[in-house]
Antibody
Framework: EVQLLESGGDLVQPGGSLRLSCVASGFTFSSYAVSWVRQTPGKGLEWVSA????????YYADSVRGRFSISRDSSMNTVILQMTNLGAEDTAVYYCAKGGPSFSNSPDRYFQHWGQGTLVTVSS | EIVLTQSPGSVSLSPGERATLSCRASQKVSSTYLAWYQQKPGQAPRLLVY???NRATGIPDRFSGSGSGTDFTLTISRLESEDFAIYYC?????????FGGGTKVEIK
């Protein structure tokens, strides 16, 4: 059974940083791309970032490029989202989601499996 | 970026009725790369349909997707109590993935 477990969400001040983790199990970790998708009451669902199975390719939404960094640790079956210079607009529930083998291929970019989400609140 | 507009924003229906949800794209979605998800309060989205018309594993056949180009539809043939939820479409033909704003299906 595929499982994705996020952690790291917290209350952080504007301009601060936070690191989210997604621990995966139930599939061959290095063979699949993983994305982060966030959800706010106001803006709905927004794709944030993705990383290829090998970790060699990364992708970012324009809204986070230059502030967020995605990486993966195959020894721990973990995908990391490092977030810096956070603003109120980054307040959301952050989900990790498993797509197909390669994010660079269109057919692989829908999400069969999702984690339960972790809440990030940016506020002073 | 491709903007997805879902309509209606909400709909009130009774169990056993048919639900027809629309997702319209601001430009053509490549090769029917469109998915539909269901979300219930406090839960993550659940994949229902991919490739515009392919049901995901374990999804009942009362759910069906159709459409191409810029106009897509999710139909629930006979609503059951567990189907009252919010439904989202997502396009994935472009690497700039986008989601629609959702349609809430409420019990009448």
């Amino acid at each position: 059974e595929v499982q994705l477990l996020e952690s790291g969400g917290d209350l952080v001040q504007p301009g601060g940083s936070l690191r989210l983790s997604c621990v995966a199990s139930g599939f061959t970790f290095s063979s699949y791309a993983v994305s982060w998708v966030r959800q706010t009451p106001g803006k709905g669902l927004e794709w944030v970032s993705a990383i290829s199975g090998s970790g060699g390719s990364t992708y970012y939404a324009d809204s986070v490029r230059g502030r967020f960094s995605i990486s993966r640790d195959s020894s721990m079956n973990t995908v990391i989202l490092q977030m810096t210079n956070l603003g109120a607009e980054d307040t959301a529930v952050y989900y990790c989601a498993k797509g197909g083998p390669s994010f660079s291929n269109s057919p692989d970019r829908y999400f069969q499996h999702w984690g339960q989400g972790t809440l990030v609140t940016v506020s002073s | 970026e491709i903007v997805l507009t879902q309509s209606p924003g909400s709909v009130s229906l009774s169990p056993g009725e048919r639900a027809t949800l629309s997702c319209r794209a601001s430009q053509k979605v490549s090769s029917t790369y469109l998915a539909w998800y269901q979300q219930k309060p406090g839960q993550a989205p659940r994949l229902l349909v991919y490739g515009a018309s392919n049901r995901a594993t374990g999804i009942p056949d009362r759910f069906s997707g159709s459409g191409s180009g810029t106009d897509f539809t999710l139909t629930i043939s006979r609503l059951e109590s567990e189907d009252f939820a919010i439904y989202y479409c997502q396009q994935y033909g472009s690497s700039r993935l986008t989601f629609g704003g959702g349609t809430k299906v409420e019990i009448k």
